[in-house]
């Protein structure tokens, strides 16, 4: 079976993707076809800005350039991010298509080592020639008519295929995204289930006073739930409890500028991405998961119960993701938290009192200060770490702290 590769040099994560891909397509007996497209040309069938790093809120500019380093360094990939990143691409990915199939992944390795280890302007017309005449090809190869079409023939039918974004990942008609979604791309090429590895012993006795991992969230995240069914786990591995901190996720986006609803403002493509994606993950952490038919949530009730008993969270976290109950009607949320074995009536009637109105408040407050962007965010070791797919990098920080 064949692995189709779709990236662009100008993007860390495919950089990072493509130091690891060959080695998960062979465990699996697969080949790897690279495919080079046009980010920007991505962007641009699908109406977004050639480079949305520009409209991305400093909050979540900060975390994402933490995150290429920490991915990287995970992956044993070196990386120097250049201070004029993101550079102009389409000619390196015009020399990539240029090359023949038997030098391809040789000059796109090059192009990658160029732009993401050396710190060389791939957009030179000098850096593409010396790499082109290192690898035998002519060079202003990257010039020709029949690059400037391959690559734009690339791009379209990536597109039309469901891509929105690289790295890429093809297996048969199913489309992945992200470096850090390789398992399931492995496990689609061995035609079997993603299997989660068993966690690693667990020091019987850890450090005494450890401080607990910070775990900001919201129960209108589908991604806040599937954290909030692994967070207790990843910390006890390292010796250490949660501090739950509930937030109010749309006041939060409002102060940092995203918009309240941000998968509403994906494309076609991604939404459907995103769900199926998410439908990976519960089968990956073996939790049920069902969108909810309520959705957008207006998670203000739940939230201020979760603020009263944090004990609560899980069971309410369940009853919203887990089996598509009503959270926002008093009288639903009193019967789901009965049943879990707390006294509904009195949380939902303390979920009025100024206090708990008052540390909802400040709770979100505390998130803004501590530059978060979006739920989950966990705090540990000094750090935020966004998004419930990054539990294994919190994992690891967890495991080297002192």
């Not at 909050?59 to 360094?73: G, N, P, T, V, Y």
């Not at 209108?220 to 509930?246: D, H, I, K, M, N």
Request: glycine share 8%; charged share 20%.
């Amino acid at each position: 079976m064949a692995l189709r590769f779709y990236y662009d040099v100008v993007c860390p994560f495919a950089y990072i993707a493509s130091t690891r891909v060959e080695a998960v397509a062979a465990a699996a007996g697969a080949s790897v076809e690279w495919c080079p497209v046009l980010l920007g040309g991505v962007f641009r069938a699908l109406g977004a800005p050639d480079d949305p790093n520009q409209r991305m809120p400093e909050a979540k500019a900060r975390l994402s350039r933490l995150d290429i380093l920490r991915q990287a360094e995970a992956a044993g990939a070196p990386i120097a991010v250049p201070d004029a990143h993101p550079r102009r691409s389409v000619d390196a990915m015009r020399l990539a298509v240029a090359a023949p199939p038997r030098l391809r992944v040789a000059v796109s390795r090059a192009l990658f080592e160029a732009y993401w280890i050396r710190g060389l302007d791939i957009a030179d017309p000098a850096v593409l020639s010396a790499i082109a005449a290192d690898h035998g090809l002519a060079a202003d190869c990257f010039r020709s008519d029949a690059a400037r079409q391959g690559l734009f023939d690339a791009t379209s039918a990536f597109t039309a295929a469901g891509g929105f974004g690289v790295p890429g990942f093809q297996v048969g008609e199913q489309i992945w995204w992200g470096q850090d979604r390789l398992h399931f791309v492995e496990a689609a090429l061995r035609g079997a289930p993603a299997v989660r590895p068993v966690d690693p012993p667990v020091d019987p006795a850890p450090p005494a006073g450890l401080p607990p991992v910070t775990f900001f969230h919201d129960f209108s995240s589908p991604f806040s739930y599937l954290a909030a069914t692994q967070v207790e786990r990843v910390a006890a591995c390292a010796g250490r409890e949660v501090a739950w901190v509930p937030i109010l996720l749309g006041a939060l986006f409002r102060t940092i500028g995203t918009a309240d609803v941000p998968m509403f403002t994906m494309s076609e493509a991604k939404q459907a991405w995103v769900l199926r994606d998410l439908e990976a993950w519960a089968t990956w952490w073996g939790v049920p998961f069902r969108f909810p038919s309520r959705f957008p949530i207006r998670s203000v009730l739940p939230l201020r119960v979760a603020l009263q008993e944090p004990r609560a969270t899980l069971p309410i976290y369940r009853a919203v993701w887990g089996e598509d109950r009503d959270v926002v009607d008093p009288g639903a949320l009193t019967a789901i938290l009965d049943e879990a074995g707390f006294d509904g009536s009195a949380l939902v009637a303390g979920a009025s009192a100024p206090t708990v109105k008052a540390a909802l408040r400040a709770n979100t407050e505390r998130a803004v200060a501590a530059g978060v962007c979006g739920v989950p965010t966990f705090g540990a070791a000094g750090q935020l770490y966004w998004g419930q797919d990054r539990l294994p990098l919190l994992e690891r920080a967890l495991r080297r702290a002192p």
